[in-house]
């Protein structure tokens, strides 16, 4: 559509064009590497974490995430949700599931910029970053289409059109550590090393938990059907010194990272 409009349409044709054409001599010169890697585990929740066992018979605690819980007033009947609500409670004594994956298209990106840059190219020095970002998310979209339909299979039969994948009509969600329904960077780390994520694709975490390179993705896989995105929202001193209980991080230190979701 914006191809016809009669203010850009000329300018956005010709920046297509462009991203295509660099796209092409990524591919073709191989100036861009794609790596991730994934794991499928034993899971249950405990309150408001979730338990990563070594195996089907929970033999041994391999890791946990730790979850934030809503605590704004909503309508009567509405619940304040966590992602831990999407796993099965440890009492039901029933095995449920969680994924977790590391994925990058940036490995060569440092590069590629620097050569552009010392040619006082900029123009293709912002267009490299930007579309090895858009390759990171279609690589997560991939990777996730894969873990349903394969790799985990618990929807098999999945058949969406690319419109119906963009307005993310599948069933399960993969949320990020540092967006809305996780807020805090910190259990970025438990996933890198519950991955081996840093040996596996050359991703690293900065002290700032950016990642590094920055075309790159994290996140955990929750397959619920009711599963969905939220905004935790502002959080009360209550919760922070629980979560600092459960965390094993002192207040400080917690407060520090979530500082735009304090209430207090």
């Excluded at 590497?33 to 034993?42: E, P, W």
């Excluded at 050359?202 to 790159?216: Q, V």
């Amino acid at each position: 559509e914006i191809f016809e409009s009669k203010t850009y349409g000329n300018e956005a044709k010709k920046l297509f064009n462009d991203a295509n054409k660099l796209l092409d001599e990524i591919i073709s010169n191989k100036l861009l590497t794609a790596n991730g890697v994934f794991g499928l585990y034993t899971a249950n929740s405990v309150d408001d974490d979730i338990e990563i066992y070594t195996d089907e018979n929970k033999g041994g605690v391999l890791s946990t995430f730790h979850t934030l819980r809503q605590q704004s007033k909503k309508s009567k009947g509405e619940p304040n949700i966590a992602l831990a609500d999407f796993i099965l409670p440890k009492e039901t004594e029933t095995n449920d599931y969680i994924g977790a994956f590391a994925v990058t298209t940036g490995i060569g990106l440092e590069k590629t910029v620097k050569k552009f840059e010392e040619d006082q190219d900029d123009y293709n020095s912002i267009m490299a970053k930007a579309i090895a970002d858009r390759l990171v998310e279609a690589f997560a979209e991939l990777l996730h289409e894969k873990i349903r339909k394969e790799f985990w299979g618990y929807s098999p039969n999945e058949n969406l059109t690319s419109e119906e994948k963009i307005k993310e009509k599948y069933i399960g969600i993969r949320p990020a550590p540092g967006y809305p329904a996780q807020p805090d960077h910190t259990e970025k780390p438990i996933i890198f090393n519950l991955l081996n994520a840093t040996e596996k694709t050359g991703i690293t975490l900065t002290e700032s938990l950016a990642m590094y390179p920055a075309a790159s993705v994290c996140g955990i896989y929750f397959s619920h059907p009711e599963s969905k995105y939220f905004n935790v929202g502002k959080l009360g001193k209550d919760q922070i010194l629980d979560y600092h209980r459960r965390k094993g991080m002192s207040v400080n230190e917690i407060e520090k990272w979530l500082g735009s979701n304090l209430s207090y």
